[in-house]
């Protein structure tokens, strides 16, 4: 079984020294998805939601709060970025909103957090923002897709 990064020997949490491992480039995408009624797809896509541009500010939402992940994750390091990207797509399917997020840097630690917080973010605003035309959406299926560099190496989801 791997042993948990974030445990000391007594079980206590403690930040991770990352001190003496070497800075490389590091990035993961992540995904999630608001679900909702066909109308509020229509709503939002036409840009008449009472409070704006709801893929606008989702996307800049995302941006924004993968920058604070170390103030909203206990543990994480506060990571200096290179790149993020959040992509907001209507789906017609499901019907709602498809969130992708990738987040680069040139580091110690990885950036999976901070795509997957990115994710979260952006949801939670497309839901504040369409609340009131829609109280019966779901956010789901957050998850990290992808990530690179690091001494784990590449990894991504089946």
Request: glycine letters at 8%.
């Amino acid at each position: 079984m791997t042993r948990l990064t974030h445990l000391d020997s007594t079980g206590a949490a403690r930040m991770v020294d990352v001190s003496d491992k070497p800075s490389t480039t590091r990035e993961a995408l992540a995904e999630g998805q608001v679900v909702m009624a066909p109308e509020t797809l229509a709503l939002i896509q036409s840009g008449n939601a009472k409070k704006g541009d709801v893929l606008g500010v989702a996307r800049i939402a995302g941006i924004m709060a993968s920058k604070r992940t170390h103030e909203l994750i206990p543990l994480c390091h506060p990571l200096m970025l290179s790149k993020v990207e959040v992509e907001v797509t209507p789906d017609e399917a499901l019907p709602g909103l498809h969130v992708v997020a990738r987040v680069k840097t040139a580091g110690q630690t990885g950036v999976e957090m901070e795509a997957l917080t990115a994710v979260s973010v952006a949801c939670l605003t497309i839901y504040d923002m369409a609340k009131a035309a829609d109280r019966g959406m779901r956010i789901e299926n957050i998850r990290l897709l992808e990530k690179s560099g690091g001494r784990s190496g590449d990894w991504r989801a089946a």
